[in-house]
């Protein structure tokens, strides 16, 4: 038996809320506010007070899934990106860089939106790259 | 002996299988539960300003292992939900061992060490159109009308984004079913939540359950004086029933009405026998 606290930052918005898991016999069973936390001083959203619901929800994704002749197989991560750049090749060949566009989401850190528009403007070849706090 | 050597004994002498106190991580201090196979991690056991409610968690861990020996730093505030957890059959007294923290103001120390006896301060506008955190029940009576009180209150109400901390982090809240998940009661999925409904539904089923631990009004974003309110709907127990939740273990008025109770709470063991329906 065996009951530990761990900390971590809610992943539902560009908050970035402080959350403590309540992890019992290795499974998380509740979230709290991280009380000495700088951004949140103890309190949550209820999307936060609700993380471990999604971590442990069965109909969350745990393996990469490409959809083969109208359903979804699973796949390992090389395959999944292989397939996603394959794809993009095809698209930008075919239709030019500004078909394709890219979102980014408050969700991820600064360093990963930075690393996106990176990939957006200097790989894909396009400007057209916006992020969900815009909307 | 100090707080260290009497976990360590409690472990020595087989009184407990699991201690829970506070253990420093990247400079905060948060719970920890220390047991027998990782006796090392002792020498990091702390008291904590922040308070987690510790009684909680014994709740969740003795859903998944009823016989449980539980441990813990225990101030005024958890002594008190302990005895309610006890009336309320949440927790069996048998099973667990507190090491009583003091936690009263001093002339050596002005506010102890906890978090709750830090007068929370009251902005300007606050004052003028809601209500002041550390009013006066009584004197809040006299000094407002009842128009002007309601519309306080209103103003206070108004602001909740219905996140649910009050009900998550408050120790006493263990329904089987919430009132506040109650479609008809309280609209789900939807803002601006059902005002005053919500606040009253719970200030109703905190009378002779709240023990005024404060963690309610400490985990609102919005910073509505729920303590005050529940307070107020304490004092009404006590003037009727001569009843203080927490005070002792013996049974409340809302618990000796009969078999089943309004707010049915969940048996001990609730996961385990969730997880046994479901072959888990
Ligand atoms: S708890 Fe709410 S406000 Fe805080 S980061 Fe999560 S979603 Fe954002
Ligand atoms: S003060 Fe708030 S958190 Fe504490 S017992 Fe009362 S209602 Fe629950
Ligand atoms: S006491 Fe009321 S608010 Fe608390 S869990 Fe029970 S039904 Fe919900
Ligand atoms: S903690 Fe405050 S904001 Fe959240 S549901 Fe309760 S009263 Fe509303």
Redesign the interface.
């Known amino acids: 038996?065996?009951?530990?606290?761990v900390?971590a930052v809610c992943s539902y918005c560009g908050t970035g809320c402080g959350v403590?898991f309540?992890v019992?016999?290795g499974k998380i069973?509740?979230t709290?506010?991280?009380?000495?936390?700088p951004v949140?001083h103890?309190?949550?959203?209820?999307k936060g007070?609700n993380l471990h619901e999604y971590i442990n929800s069965y109909m969350r994704l745990k393996t990469p899934l490409i959809k083969e002749d109208g359903r979804f197989q699973k796949a390992t991560w090389d395959e999944a990106i292989g397939h996603a750049a394959v794809k993009f090749n095809q698209i930008k060949d075919q239709f030019g860089p500004d078909a394709i566009g890219v979102l980014v989401s408050a969700k991820i850190t600064n360093e990963e939106n930075y690393l996106a528009q990176k990939f957006t403007r200097a790989v894909i070849g396009t400007n057209n790259v916006d992020h969900c706090a815009r909307l | 002996m100090n707080l260290i050597d009497q976990v360590e004994q409690l472990f020595i002498q087989d009184k407990i299988d699991i201690f829970l106190g506070y253990k420093a991580l990247d400079g905060h201090l948060l719970p920890h539960g220390f047991t027998r196979d990782r006796m090392e991690e002792l020498k990091a056991l702390q008291v904590s300003e922040g308070r987690y409610s510790l009684e909680k968690i014994a709740t969740h861990l003795t859903e998944k292992h009823p016989d449980i020996r539980i441990g813990m730093i225990a101030r005024e505030c958890n002594l008190r939900t302990l005895n309610l957890l006890y009336t309320w059959k949440q927790l069996n007294p048998e099973n667990i061992e507190t090491i009583n923290i003091s936690c009263c103001p001093s002339p050596l120390k002005p506010h102890s060490d906890c978090s709750y006896l830090e007068p929370k301060q009251t902005g300007a506008y606050k004052k003028t159109h809601g209500i002041d955190f550390n009013a006066d029940p009584d004197t809040f009576l006299d000094d407002f009308n009842n128009k002007n009180r309601f519309s306080r209150w209103m103003y206070e109400f108004n602001k909740c984004i219905k996140c649910y901390g009050c009900r998550n982090i408050c120790p006493v809240c263990f329904c089987d079913e919430c009132s506040l998940e109650h479609a008809s009661l309280v609209e789900p999925g939807t803002l601006p939540v059902d005002v005053p409904i919500f606040h009253l539904i719970r200030a109703t089923h905190m009378a002779g359950r709240c023990i005024d631990c404060g963690l309610c009004e400490d985990a609102c974003p919005m910073d509505i004086p729920l303590r005050l309110l529940y307070r107020q709907v304490n004092a009404i127990v006590s003037d009727i029933f001569d009843y203080r939740p927490g005070n002792g273990t013996d049974q409340s008025p809302f618990t000796i009405i009969g078999e089943k109770t309004v707010l049915e709470p969940k048996p001990m063991d609730a996961q385990l026998e969730g997880e046994k329906e479901y072959g888990l």
């Open positions: 038996m065996d009951c530990k606290f900390p403590l309540e019992i016999d069973n509740a709290l506010p991280m009380k000495s936390h949140n103890g309190k949550l959203c209820i007070w």
